[in-house]
């Protein structure tokens, strides 16, 4: 059952199949980066543009948030991160003969992949439905940036409430932007400032700032080179974040052991060529000593587990940190030793033979990292899952000491940073109290809106203006045909992009596409040439400066954007110097450093050093635990697994290689052996014949919730894979719309997209 797109548009369900991989990067990396530079951008632009991603005088790759150290490699990027940059700097343009040309009927029924390939949006352009126009051809039109802040300001001053506007940021604005924009929401009343980390590591924030007293990894590059055992849990750095994979070849080659606990295997911790020495090329590194199959969901019950049998190992915890620096260990350990065996095996899929080589290694590792990504953060049990991890590294004093601690490896490149400028729904009073004191405003106390709870208030009519800074909002959230009827029920949305995505294709009555500058265009304001800064996963900030012309002369920057439409709505009333920050974002980072605790000094400490500054973290610096009982907190969460009944699977979604979150720069998984095509599933051999699935069968993928409901994604070409048994996978967006809306992680609201029950029917069919 092979699909018919439209004119232009690939066919995605009938993909080349091969054996995966067994190494990632190498010459084929370099080979494919090559190939998609000079495609993206030919050969000179390509030259001028990469070398300067990650360098100190350059711009910070607009992928992945993986820190840079202070010696910098000539060509400090991965594949991955060329391509993001590649369909930034590209040559192709969207312009309005494009939208003349293109009904938004015709780019709602285009691939995600089509859309991002056609290139940089070059003005500002505004949609009215429901005008003379028939339905279904209506074309988005030029428009004014006057035209198009004075209708920001009409819709959100008509308002009843401010609470009835959304501001969403994705994780690629910088700190300066997001700082004007949460300022701009809270001047004008609203907390609901829902970003891209209510849908990956806001379970991890959760679970950290409960336990340890800070929402982020305690960890620098250093530490891990200094790591005795590494843990990789619920992450593919090979495809998700390749630079790490050079960190763990460092720290391989210092005598580190490594434990990776997935239920795909992944080439990257299989053998690492690292394509900048020669060696490396040639040979490659192994990098896993033990993989841990592990079945999808069963993560608590491990660590619960290893946390039992380091219990009952005599001289195996750290009496003296636990003592002196922890809270709630005796409950802890009670529930701990209650661990169960057998319960243990169900829920992992693991054999006694594999967790007891895992608790050899963690015996004799004096300083563990336990590193993670949305394979533990994104399920119903994600909180107590990682509190339990905290739990483990707590017993043996593994936060705190050099070559030791959390590390949750964030995704977007400065997602960190806007949590810290104040991009959040919750925001601590301490934070408003410092804001308002500094502007003269008083910000609202009561709570926002988060990602799903925007979603519903769209959908139920609380909500009626949504504006996005960057991002992909109906791409990456859940329950896909909701999600867009909602998007369509709102009076106005505002999309800040550079390139097109589905979310132009879904939209309220009234839209506008904002155009932006990249990470990699010059910005250039009546106070000069200008700089941003971003956070990285550890905790780094330092600046980012593009050094290519403009897309086009009609773009704006993020940071102009949000003061321009401050101006526009807030009017003369305001206080605040917006027109200063557009002309010079120095100014800005002067009010951040009154602000934000850590940014004292900012732009003198970037003048001294553009290679930036770590951020204070107290349990990392000091051994400081700033939670409610002033320790780090041990915590006994009943152990939760997802329970699949006979005939089903048990789903997650994820990425491609040629993927960068939502998007899509190619249609092929090389490590995984799928080449031009994205509907897939990937289902143990064994799985299958028990379904009766051959291997290049199509299916319908059914999601079965405990409400009765059921939601089905349909067109997936069978893929006979060694994944864990009882376990499936499947990309993501495609996928979205088997997670209903209310199936979220406990506590952190998270979308709950890595443990979906799921049956597979024959594609067409009613089953």
């Not at 991603?53 to 150290?69: H, S």
């Not at 290689?657 to 190619?666: A, E, F, L, V």
Request: proline content about 6%; glycine content about 8%; overall charge negative.
């Amino acid at each position: 059952m092979v699909s018919k797109p439209p004119a232009g548009d690939p066919v995605q369900d009938a993909p080349q199949v091969a054996p995966p991989q067994h190494a990632a990067a190498g010459l084929p990396a370099v080979a494919h980066t090559l190939r998609i530079a000079q495609a993206q951008m030919g050969v000179a632009r390509s030259a001028r543009t990469l070398l300067k991603v990650n360098q100190k005088d350059g711009f910070d790759c607009p992928g992945c948030a993986w820190p840079e150290g202070d010696k910098r490699h000539v060509a400090e990027f991965c594949e991955n991160g060329a391509k993001a940059v590649a369909e930034e700097a590209t040559l192709r343009r969207v312009t309005p003969d494009f939208f003349a040309e293109h009904s938004v009927a015709d780019l709602a029924n285009r691939s995600g992949y089509w859309l991002g390939q056609q290139g940089r949006i070059t003005q500002p352009m505004l949609l009215e439905r429901g005008g003379t126009e028939p339905e279904g051809s209506e074309r988005y039109e030029p428009v004014s940036w006057e035209r198009a802040f004075a209708i920001i300001a009409e819709e959100l001053t008509a308002l009843s409430s401010p609470d009835e506007a959304l501001f969403y940021t994705s994780g690629r604005t910088s700190n300066e932007a997001a700082f004007l924009l949460q300022l701009f929401a809270r001047e004008f009343g609203t907390n609901n400032l829902p970003d891209c980390s209510n849908m990956c590591h806001e379970s991890s924030g959760s679970a950290l700032n409960e336990t340890i007293g800070i929402g982020k990894g305690s960890v620098s590059l250093e530490d891990l080179h200094q790591a005795d055992l590494i843990v990789v849990a619920g992450q593919n750095p090979g495809t998700n974040h390749p630079r790490m994979l050079s960190a763990l070849e460092k720290a391989k080659a210092a005598g580190a052991k490594i434990i990776s606990v997935n239920p795909l295997p992944e080439a990257g911790l299989e053998k690492f060529k690292n394509p900048q020495t020669a060696t490396g090329m040639l040979r490659g590194a192994a990098l896993n000593d033990l993989f841990l199959q592990i079945r999808i969901g069963g993560d608590q019950a491990l660590f619960r587990l290893l946390n039992k049998l380091i219990l009952e190992t005599d001289g195996a915890v750290d009496t003296e940190f636990v003592g002196t620096y922890t809270h709630g260990y005796e409950e802890f350990a009670a529930a701990a030793r209650a661990a169960d065996w057998d319960e243990t095996l169900a829920a992992t899929g693991l054999d006694r033979a594999e967790i007891e080589r895992a608790l050899e290694m963690v015996l004799a590792s004096k300083r563990t990292i336990v590193c993670w990504a949305m394979g533990l953060t994104q399920h119903k049990h994600s909180v107590p899952t990682i509190r339990e991890v905290v739990n483990f590294l707590l017993l043996r004093g593994n936060i705190g000491r050099p070559g030791a601690g959390v590390c949750p490896v964030r995704g977007h490149s400065n997602v960190q940073g806007d949590r810290t400028m104040g991009i959040f729904e919750r925001p601590a009073p301490a934070f408003l109290d410092a804001l308002d004191k500094e502007f003269g405003i008083v910000s609202p106390r009561h709570h926002g809106f988060d990602v799903v709870r925007s979603i519903q208030a769209l959908r139920d009519g609380e909500a009626k203006v949504f504006f996005a800074m960057g991002g992909n909002f109906v791409g990456a959230t859940p329950d896909t045909e909701v999600t867009e009827a909602a998007m369509r029920r709102a009076r106005l949305t505002v999309h800040v992009s550079t390139k097109l995505n589905r979310s132009h294709a879904v939209t309220g009555t009234r839209a506008l596409i904002l155009p932006t500058l990249g990470r990699t265009d010059k910005d250039v304001q009546a106070g000069g040439k200008q700089f941003v800064t971003v956070e990285d996963s550890m905790g780094l900030v330092h600046t980012s400066r593009g050094n290519l012309p403009p897309a086009s002369p009609h773009l704006l920057s993020e940071p102009a954007i949000v003061a321009r439409m401050a101006r526009a709505v807030l009017g003369p009333g305001s206080a605040t110097p917006w027109e200063e920050f557009e002309k010079d974002y120095a100014t800005i980072r002067d009010r951040i450093a009154r602000v934000v605790p850590g940014f004292e000094n900012f732009n003198a400490r970037l003048a001294a050093d553009p290679g930036g500054f770590a951020l204070p973290h107290a349990p990392r610096d000091e051994r400081r635990f700033p939670t409610a009982t002033g320790k780090a907190n041990f915590t006994a969460a009943p152990v939760e697994y997802p329970k699949v009944p006979e005939g089903r699977l048990l789903l997650q979604t994820l990425r491609s290689h040629d993927q960068y979150n939502t998007t899509i720069y190619g249609l092929d998984d090389r490590y995984r052996g799928i080449k031009g095509g994205r509907r897939v599933v990937l289902v143990h051999p064994e799985d299958a014949a028990a379904l009766g699935l051959a291997d290049g069968a199509y299916a319908d993928l059914v999601s079965e919730w405990t409400d009765g409901s059921e939601r089905r994604a349909p067109g997936f070409r069978v893929v006979h894979y060694p994944t864990a048994r009882g376990c499936a996978a499947a990309y993501y967006p495609e996928t979205n719309v088997l997670v209903p809306l209310e199936s979220t992680a406990d506590i952190s609201n998270t979308p709950a997209s890595k443990s979906v029950i799921v049956r597979l029917v024959p594609a067409g069919t009613a089953g």
